[in-house]
DNA sequence: CTGTTAGCGCTTTCAA
DNA sequence: TTGAAAGCGCTAACAG
C-alpha cells in the first residue's frame, strides 16, 4: 500500500479486483451490486483512504454539489443568519455552500459571480442589487436557478423571498403612534437598498393617517454601520427639540440609536425593523418588527430546489411573516 | 452564434481561430501571445459568453481556487466575523471560501470535511474539536495545508491562530476585583471546547491571587445559547445572597447576563470574553476582553496562503492580542 | 449484475 | 510563439 500519493477509484477497483465501474457504483450507493463484491469495494477504499474527486464528477455528470451565495455583509447577522438557513437547508440536500460577502460593492458582486458559476453551482442565491441582472442573465438562460432574497431582482423573473416591508413598518408606527408618540426621526440605509424606500414609505404614511408628519433633515439616510447611527442620533437629540421617538429601518441603526438614546437619558422610542440583542432592557419603549431570518435562507434554499426538481413551475415570491413585538 | 450551450474553450478557439491552446493562453493571462491572436481570443471569448470551468482546470492542474473552511457556528457573530475576515484574505489570493457550520456536531464535523476535501480544496480553516484531528490527518500528510483557528488542533501539528485565554481572563478578573467585586459567578461553555478550561483557570487564578474563591455551584456549564445564559442568571441571581459579579466565557452567555441583570436592578458586574452589543448601557460596570475577529479570520487564512508558498516551513501558532476595555 | 469504452473541459508536455 | 496530443478522475451509454 503507497500512500504518497492520493487514492483514484481506478486504485480503488483494482485493489478490490472488480471493474471500475462497479466501485463507482459500490460508493455511489447504487443498489444493484452483488454483496460480496461490494464488501470488497468498500474494504479497498477504506484501506486506500480513497476519498471521492467530486470536481471529475461534476465534470463528467455535468451537475455539482455545491450552490453559490452571495450576501451583502457576512459579519452583519442578519445576512449571515441566511447563510446559516441555506447551508442547513442546502446540506438536507447533499449540497454545500459557497458564501461570498459583496459588501455592497458591484465590482466585487462581479467578481464573485464570476467565480461562483465558474465553478458551475446547482444555483444562486443571492441578496441583489439594481446591477446585478446583467451579471446572471446569462447563467439564467441556462437554466440555473437564482433565488433572490430580501430586495427584488429587477429585470429577471425569479423566485425570491423578501418581507412586506411597506405593511409591516406601518404596522410597527402606527403602534408606536397609539402610545403617544408623535414626532418621529428615521434612520435609513441607502437608498441603493431595495428594501429602504417602501419602509420609509411605511412608516410616513402610518404618521400621515394621524395627520402627523417627519419634520425636515430628521429622515437620515446612508446609516448602515452603527457608528454613523451613533453619531446621527446623537447629532438629532441634541436639538432643541428632539424627537421622541427614532424609526431604525436595518439592524446597525438600532443599535447606534439605542447606544446614544441611553447616554442621553431622554425617553425616546425605537421602532426597528430587526430585533437586536438587549432590546428589552432600554428605557424608552422598543417595538421591533420581528422575522426569522434563518428560516427565510432555508426558504430561498427550498426554493432553489424545488425549482431543479421542476425547471418548468412559475416563479414564486414567498412574503416571509413578521411580527411586532413590544418590549 | 448558438446560445443554447454554454462556451468552452474549444468554441472560442474555433470562433478566434486559433488553437484550443493559444485561447488558453489568453485566459490565463500568459503573456507570450502575439497581441493580434490575444484580440481575437478575447473577442471571441466575450462575443460567446464564455465562462471558464474552474472545476475541469481543477481536475487536470491539481490546484483549485477554493479554501475550506468549518466553524462552530454560522450564526454566531464570532464565528461569521472569523469566516468575513478569511474570505476577505482569500480574495486577495483569487480564492473561493466554502464555510460551513458544524453546529458542534462531530458527525456533522466529519461529514463536511469529507464533502470539502471532495473538492480538492487548497487547504482548510478549522475552529476544531477534539474528534477533527483523525478526520484530516490523511490529507494533511497529503500536504494539504491546515490551520486551526480559536482552539488547539490536538495530536497534529498544524498552523494556529489563537488567544491566551488564561493570561487575558486573569487580567480582566483581577481588574474586576480591583474595583471591589468579589463574589463571582461563571457561565462557562462546554468543556468539550479547549478555550473553556483557561478561561475559567485564569479567572480563578485572578480571584485566588488575592484571597477569594468562586463558591461552589457558582460556576454553571455548558451554557451556548443567550436563552441557556439568562436561565442561568435568573437562578443564580435570586439566591439569597447573589454574586456581585458574573465571568461571561462566550459571548452568548454575556448578553444573558447582561438582560437578567437589567431585569434583576441588581448591581452586578460583567466581564466578558468578548465584546457584546450595548455593552457600555448597563447599570453594573462591563469589562470586556476585546478582540478582532475579523482580523483574526485574515491572519488564519493568511497563514494558509503563507504555507502553500513555503510547505517547508515550521508551523507557527499566531496568539491574537486581546485589550481589556472597561466601561 | 458487471464490464468496456468514450469523453466531460481543461492544462500539461512536447514538438514544430 | 504556436499547436497537437495525451490525460486528469470520474460517469454515461451501452454491451455482455
Given at each position: 500500500m503507497n500512500v504518497s500519493r492520493r487514492a483514484t477509484l481506478t486504485d480503488v477497483a483494482h485493489e478490490a479486483r472488480v471493474s471500475i465501474k462497479t466501485a463507482s457504483r459500490v460508493l455511489n450507493g447504487v443498489?444493484?451490486?452483488?454483496p460480496h463484491m461490494r464488501a470488497r469495494v468498500l474494504a479497498a477504499a477504506s484501506l486506500l483512504g480513497y476519498r471521492p474527486h467530486r470536481g471529475a464528477a461534476t465534470m463528467r455528470s455535468?451537475?455539482?454539489d455545491m450552490v453559490g451565495m452571495i450576501i451583502r455583509?457576512?459579519?452583519n447577522n442578519f445576512y449571515s443568519s441566511l447563510a446559516a438557513g441555506a447551508a442547513d437547508e442546502a446540506q438536507k440536500h447533499g449540497c454545500l455552500v459557497i458564501t461570498c460577502s459583496s459588501e455592497g460593492s458591484s465590482e466585487r458582486e462581479a467578481q464573485l459571480t464570476e467565480a461562483i458559476f465558474s465553478q458551475r453551482p446547482r444555483g444562486l442565491l443571492i441578496t441583489p442589487t439594481s446591477m446585478t441582472a446583467p451579471l446572471i442573465c446569462t447563467e439564467v438562460s441556462f437554466g440555473t436557478p437564482v433565488v433572490a432574497i430580501d430586495e427584488p431582482l429587477e429585470g429577471l423573473d425569479v423566485d425570491s423571498v423578501g418581507f412586506d416591508n411597506l405593511l409591516s413598518t406601518r404596522e410597527a408606527v402606527t403602534a408606536a403612534v397609539s402610545i403617544g408618540r408623535r414626532d418621529f426621526a428615521i434612520l435609513s440605509d441607502?437608498?441603493?437598498?431595495?428594501?429602504?424606500a417602501p419602509r420609509v414609505v411605511g412608516a410616513k404614511e402610518a404618521l400621515a393617517a394621524k395627520g402627523l408628519r417627519v419634520r425636515p433633515?430628521?429622515?437620515?439616510?446612508?446609516?448602515?454601520t452603527e457608528s454613523q447611527a451613533r453619531a446621527a442620533t446623537a447629532r438629532i437629540l441634541s436639538l432643541p427639540r428632539p424627537p421622541d421617538a427614532i424609526f431604525c429601518a436595518n439592524n446597525v441603526s438600532a443599535l447606534g440609536a439605542a447606544a446614544e438614546i441611553h447616554t442621553s437619558g431622554l425617553n425616546v422610542a425605537i421602532v426597528a425593523f430587526d430585533e437586536f440583542p438587549l432590546?428589552?432592557?432600554?428605557?424608552g419603549p422598543v417595538l421591533v418588527i420581528e422575522h426569522d431570518d434563518r428560516a427565510m435562507g432555508a426558504m430561498a434554499a427550498q426554493l432553489l430546489f424545488d425549482r431543479l426538481a421542476d425547471p418548468g413551475r412559475a416563479t414564486r415570491h414567498i412574503v416571509v411573516e413578521t411580527a411586532l413585538r413590544i418590549h
Open positions: 443498489e444493484t451490486v452483488a455535468g451537475t455539482s455583509d457576512m459579519s441607502s437608498a441603493a437598498l431595495r428594501t429602504m433633515g430628521m429622515t437620515i439616510p446612508d446609516i448602515h432590546s428589552h432592557t432600554q428605557n
